[in-house]
DNA sequence: TATTGTTATACTCTATAACTATA
DNA sequence: TATAGTTATAGAGTATAACAATA
């Protein structure tokens, strides 16, 4: 196009970009975790301090009873998680990190937090000036400013 | 955490938080328009004017060969895509988009674009410097700077 | 009656290995 | 020999519907 934007839409798609740019790095440390993306998905949102029942598992990541059934079956048969009964509701049941669940989370965590090489490119300055308008975004759509 | 970082590594953190919580909405969208996730990917990466051989559309949305069979035979039998001869080797087919594609990857294109709702509550000046922090970053990150 | 989680079923995605046709 | 694409096979993700136990 001759004249760019310069829009938060066209902010968004160069963050598609990035995001984009970077998919075979994130899905190649997953595999080398052994770990599927959904797997990655579930063992990364699980709170080791309070562990969420199945449903609400499900809600984080997007993912259907039925189908989260089948994942956290196949989590519990690395041993990552075990199934435990949830305290308020006999239906319900919660999704526990084991020991080992818990240092590959932390392994995962590790692998997963440093940014793609473009934003390495930036100064530190740039880096938290685009830190500041991401914080404030989000900020001002938490409040509903 | 009691002091915040603002590096690009909490930068980018924050990018995945926002790119967390769209999902539902870009899920939504493609089950809208009957697609999987991968045939999204697919269908908005193809190009009208060049289209790519299978082991470069395969290269672009990160597919293995035989998976990316699957995936164009089911877009093949939508009726959005054809395999049509590749002009140089005739080992290779090239992937390219029916009509009936065309409309549909432009009805993807236009419901895909629009930024998550914690964009859209930059100012103007805001947007525009987001999005000139993340060209500097794309741009240094091309030419190895 | 409604909700939580599982099972049954069917389809899609995914990768490895073997294969055909071409380079 | 190497590469492009398909097929066969097996496993994992996905959703719908039916179901049992509990709220």
Redesign the interface.
């Known amino acids: 196009m001759a004249t760019?934007p310069?829009?938060?839409?066209?902010?968004?798609?160069?963050?598609w970009?990035?995001?984009q740019s970077d998919?075979?790095r994130r899905?190649g440390l997953l595999a080398e975790l052994g770990l599927t993306p959904v797997q990655g998905m579930a063992l990364s949102s699980l709170d080791a301090d309070d562990p969420p029942t199945m449903s609400h598992l499900g809600g984080q990541i997007?993912c259907d009873s039925s189908t989260l059934t089948g994942v956290v079956d196949r989590l519990e048969a690395l041993g990552y998680v075990e199934r435990r009964p949830a305290p308020n509701d006999r239906r319900a049941r919660c999704v526990a990190l084991t020991d080992k669940g818990r240092a590959l989370q932390a392994e995962l965590r590790a692998r997963m937090?440093?940014?793609?090489?473009?934003?390495?490119?930036?100064t530190?300055d740039?880096?938290?000036?685009?830190?500041?308008?991401?914080?404030?975004?989000?900020a001002?759509?938490a409040t509903g400013?």
Chains 1, 2 share one sequence.
């Open positions: 760019e310069k829009t938060a839409t066209s902010a968004w798609a160069l963050v970009d990035i995001f998919k075979k899905w997007m937090s440093p940014p793609p090489p473009q934003l390495e490119h930036l530190a740039e880096a938290a000036q685009l830190h500041d308008l991401l914080a404030t975004a989000i001002r759509h400013a």
